[in-house]
């Protein structure tokens, strides 16, 4: 069972930046999607951004290319989110997820089997 622990949110202006980060107690993120998730209040989750497990190939959602980058460090486990110039939308839960088939696209909630617990950003105006 892969665990995954998000760290990194917390309460910061708008126009500063975050990183974020989601480290998974196996060393599967050699092998295996990892895509970052975020859920506004009253709003279904959204897709953010996901890396590949082997050449750590990028994917964003189309309104998040600019101002988040993610990546990894497979020798520490860990995906990071970079977020910059963060407003106020962009306030919510973010969620990092790990996905082992590949018969939905890497955008879709449901393609994912594992989540982390989620941490909270909040951008003040």
């Known amino acids: 069972q892969v665990q995954l622990v998000e760290s990194g949110g917390g309460l910061v202006q708008a126009g500063g930046s975050l990183r974020l980060s989601c480290a998974a107690s196996e060393h599967t993120l050699s092998m295996y999607f990892v895509g970052w998730f975020r859920q506004a209040p009253g709003k279904e989750r959204e897709f953010v951004a996901a890396?590949?497990?082997?050449?750590?190939?990028?994917y964003y959602a189309d309104s998040m290319k600019g101002r988040f980058t993610i990546s990894k460090h497979n020798g520490k486990n860990t995906v990071y989110l970079q977020i910059y110039s963060l407003k106020p939308e962009d306030t919510g839960v973010y969620y990092c997820?790990?996905?082992?088939?590949?018969?939905?696209?890497?955008?879709?909630?449901?393609?994912?089997?594992?989540w982390g617990q989620g941490t909270q950003v909040t951008v003040s105006s």
């Open positions: 890396i590949s497990g082997g050449a750590g190939t990028t």
């Open positions: 997820a790990l996905r082992t088939s590949y018969d939905l696209g890497a955008d879709n909630v449901g393609a994912y089997d594992y």
